[in-house]
C-alpha cells in the first residue's frame, strides 16, 4: 500500500510537520558564517522555554538521546562514583548500563515494567555515597510516567544532594517537565520525538550544580564534553560542524511550539492519549501502566494475552501503511504501542485508532470493528462513555502478568 500518507505512530521518531519540512528545505549555510548567531541565540531561548529553565545552558551535539546519556553521564561524574538507577523499563535498564560501561557503580533497582518510580523508592535506596540519581521521566518501553516533582522532594526529604540527572526524551513537549522548578541538574533528549525533527540531534539542558561538576570531574571526554559546546553557543556557533539544516528545523518546530503554547500543546496530548486510553478500553484490552494515574500522555502501551503483539505491528505495517511501536526487551510479544505525541491531532488519533483495530483483527485478536474509535469520538465529542463490552477485563494489567 503505497498511496497515501504514512502513518507514522511510533513512539518517536514522529512526523515531521510541513513548517517544519519546509524550514529545513533550504541550501546549507556556511556554520561560521552571518547567519549563525541569531539562530543560535533563539534555538537556545526557545529550549529554555520547553525546558522550563531560566539558568539551564542548553546543549547540542549530532546524536541521538543514546549520546544525550553518555554526554550527561561523562560530564558530571568521575570514575567509579555510585549512581543510583531505577530499572522500570527498557530504557531506564539502558541508562544505567550506559553509566557502568562508563566506569560509574551503578546500584540499579529492580522495580516491574509498567510502574513508575516512587517517592519511596527513593527514601529506601539513596544513600550518601550516591552522587546522581538517574530517572527516565517517561519510559517509552511501557507507556509509564515518573512524577519527578515527587522524585525531587523525597530527594529533599533525605537531606542528600545527589546530582538529579533526568531522561526527557519521549516526555519534553508532551508531558510536564519543569527543570527549574524540580532542581532537574541536567535534562536530555533527541530531536526526534516532541520536538518534530529527523533524528540526529541530541539535546541537553544543563543546571548550575553540574556545570560545576563538570569542571572537577576526571572521565575522559572529547567529543561530548560540553564546555566548549556552550562556550560556543553562547556566542553563536559550535566546535564542531553542527548538522545546520536540523538547526533551522528545530528553530521552526520551536516556533510552532511556542505559537501554541507549551501548555496548549500538554493539554493537547493529554486529550489524545485519554482518547487512546478510552479505545483501549473499549476493546477490552489492557494497558501496561500499573497505576492508571501515571499512564503517559505521549504513548500508550497495550498489553495482548491471546496473539503476538508483534504481529499486529507487522501486519499494521504491511496491509495499513501504519507504523507501531513493538514489545521491547521482556515485553517483545506480549506489548505493542501506540505513539502519540509530537505533531498530532485529533483526525490523526482516530484513523490510527481504527488502522490498529484493524491490525488486531488481523491478526486473530477477537475484536468489535469500530468500538475503540467510538469510545474515542464519544470522548472527543464530550459525550459520556458507553458501558464497557460483555469482554472487558480491568483496563490495568495485574502484576503477576506482566512483571
Ligand atoms: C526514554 C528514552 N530514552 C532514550 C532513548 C534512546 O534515544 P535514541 O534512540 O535517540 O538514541 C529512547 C529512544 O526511544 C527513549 O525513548
Redesign the pocket.
Known sequence: MTSGRHFLQI??PTNVPERVLRAMDRPVPDHRGPEMPSLVAEIRNGLRAIFRSERGEPVLFPG????A?EASIVNTLSPGERVLSFENGH?AH??GDAARKLAMQVDEVKLRWGDAVTESDIQANLKPEHRAVLI?H???STGVTTDVAAVRRAIDRTGLEPLLLV?V??ALGSIDFRMDEWRVDVALT?T?KGLMLP?GGAILCVGPRALEAAEKNRTPRYFYDWRPVIRDMQQGFFPYTPPTLLLFGLREALRMLLDEGLDNVLARHARLAEATREAVSAWGLKMLAGDPARASNSLTAVVVDAIDSGAVVKVAAERLNLALGVGLGQLRGRVFRIGHLGSLNELEVLATLAGTELALLYSGQTIELGVGVAAAQRFFAGIPAAAPPQSAKPRVATPERVG
Open positions: 513512539p518517536g541521538s538521546g543514546t549520546g546519556w530504557f539502558l541508562y527516565v517517561n519510559e517509552t531522561d526524551v519521549s533527541g526526534q533524528p
